[in-house]
């Protein structure tokens, strides 16, 4: 008997973390899908059910599409920055670079990576100001004028420009990913292909990226995942402008949950980001279970 | 993502069957003189290739933040007509203007929901870790299972509930709202990384303790929490890095300007100071250069976290 009391008692070592995950983080998901059936704002006493009106309204929303589309267009560009142009940057670290270097180089790559999306996001807006911004004054100098852009001003460049700087910052993190990934694979795999006669790109594509493919599938999942959730950076450059051009779902929740003050269309558009982002997160325990059988 | 080794050796693993290896066939018959010339020119070539594309890396990574920090010891004059160069004299002055327009401020504000923040993530998380791995907590799969859910919830989506639930709290508008979420979102992802440090500590370590008259509380203080301070500090930093940074949360739930921390701080202050850009720069540079710092102080438990975290 008291042996189950002991147990019921241990119950207290994971209660802290329960109550809060279950309270702060669970319960507020769930509520999320009740709110988004109701038609509600910070101020209106009585919330009204209106059902799926406001999945209706996302629906018909051309700015909804725009936002999706802006996500989707992130990720692809994400994808083939974080994993083919990161994982380039690791083998280059891993196979070329000698020890000493290698470790400098690493330090110097991930280093955007600590500092803020507001930090880096303010800077960048900088670099790409129109009159003195070094974006513009580089393209000048070597005679391209006609490329020159008010970069963040117009609807045709804001959002690439947003995420040029989002791979900026994240290039660095994920060759570091990559880099655990390749210092796991066995130093005779390499050394058997290069006694084999293979050069470093068919080492390359014949050692590396076949061993490293589960870092990459995680790589994939958690870049696309980011993708969708992207909220800061546009925020922070162009709070979705101009006239909507790179609002992304989560500026757009934002904009209609505290700006428009339509909480119940916000939280439907809470509801899709919920539901993709779930998506993704089935794909990856899928993913991961496959891979523990295997091991 | 859970499970084994705490050393930060990575560890040779299994044989796929994909050896790529032996499906390369050694076919190198007598090369003549000058396709091997022309190979040894490819590979001079491609050399350089490399370390071309690394150092242009080198340049594009560290250029924007040399450039904030030149730019924060320039005059406003000096920004415009010299961008590029060094500047001509060190001002200080524009720190101390950034500060008094607020950055001392919000740095302060950082710095208390941070470190409260590292604290309750960090013991309620190896709490549960303990309980976890050495009690049997009744439930235990189900509430691992729970933990591992909350990795994938993202905090957009509980945006608008939490929004009323703070204010139903009476924490809205006040340091404890941030740091009971940034302490409860990332409860899951910091559990998991020090679950997976505890699994390899033998159980006959605290089973002595036991044995030696200390009750699960104690053995947890005494010998179980000391053993674990490698990754107790990752996940510290880890968690310095996230709440120092989160921009979210931070938006939507500190109304009042005195209470805002670092990130939305600054982006208040850009709208105020549109013109002043050296002050600006100050800014921002104040704000990146603790992160950066601590980077480079605790680069190798920091980085620990983030692959025991992310790759196994």
Known sequence: MSTTLMRWRSLAWVLPALVLLLVFVYYPIVDN????????????????????????TAFHD???????????????????????????????LEEFVHQRLRGILRTIYFIPAVISITVAGILFSFLYNPEIGLVNRLLGAVGLESWQHSWLGEPSTAMGSIIAMSQWQSIGYTAILFVVGIQR????????????????????????????????????????????????????MTAGGPSDSSQVLGTWLYRNAFLNDDMGYASAIATVIFVITLAIGAVQIVVSRRRRIQW | MSASSPTPTPTPTRQTKAS?????????PAVGRSTRAARRFGARAMRLAGWLGLALLVVAVLYPLLWMVFSSFKSNQEVFANPWGLPGKLRWGNFGR????????????????TSASILTTVLFSAWSAYGLVRLRV?????????LLGGLMLAPTVALIPLFGLLQ???????????????????????????????????????????????SPTQAFWQVILPMCRPILVSAALLQALFAWNEFVFALVFISTGDLKTLPVGLMDMQS?????????????????????????????????????????
Request: glycine share 6%.
């Open chain 1, 33 to 56: 899908l009740r709110l988004s059936l109701f038609s509600w704002n910070a101020f209106s006493v009585a919330p009204t059910f209106v059902g799926l009106d406001n999945y209706r």
């Open chain 1, 62 to 92: 051309p700015i909804f599409w725009t936002a999706l589309w802006n996500n989707t267009v992130f990720a692809v560009v994400s994808l083939v920055f974080q994993v083919g142009f990161s994982l380039v940057l690791a083998a280059l």
């Open chain 1, 185 to 236: 694979i066995p130093k005779e795999f390499h050394e058997a292909a290069k006694v084999d006669g293979a050069g470093p790109i068919r080492r390359f594509f014949s050692v590396t990226v076949p061993m490293v493919r589960e870092m990459t599938t995680l790589i994939i999942i958690l870049t696309v995942s980011g993708a969708f959730l992207v909220f800061n950076e546009v925020m922070v």
């Open chain 2, 20 to 28: 790529p290896t032996l499906a390369m066939t050694a076919n190198t």
């Open chain 2, 98 to 113: 950034a500060g008094s327009a607020g950055v001392v401020r919000y740095f302060v504000n950082s710095v208390l929901v």
């Open chain 2, 138 to 146: 009744p439930f235990g799969g189900a509430i691992l299972g729970l």
């Open chain 2, 168 to 214: 139903q709290l009476h924490i809205y508008d006040s340091y404890w709202a941030l740091i009971v979420l940034y302490t409860a979102f990332r409860i899951p992802f910091t559990t998991f990384l020090i679950r997976a440090y505890m699994i390899d500590i033998p159980p006959e370590v605290d089973e002595a303790a036991t044995l030696d008259g200390c």
């Open chain 2, 272 to 312: 105020r100071l549109l013109t002043d850009w050296p002050v600006q720069f100050a800014g921002l540079t104040m704000a990146a250069l603790p992160m950066i710092v601590l980077f480079l102080i605790g680069q190798r438990q920091f980085l620990r976290g983030l692959t025991d975290g992310i790759g196994k």
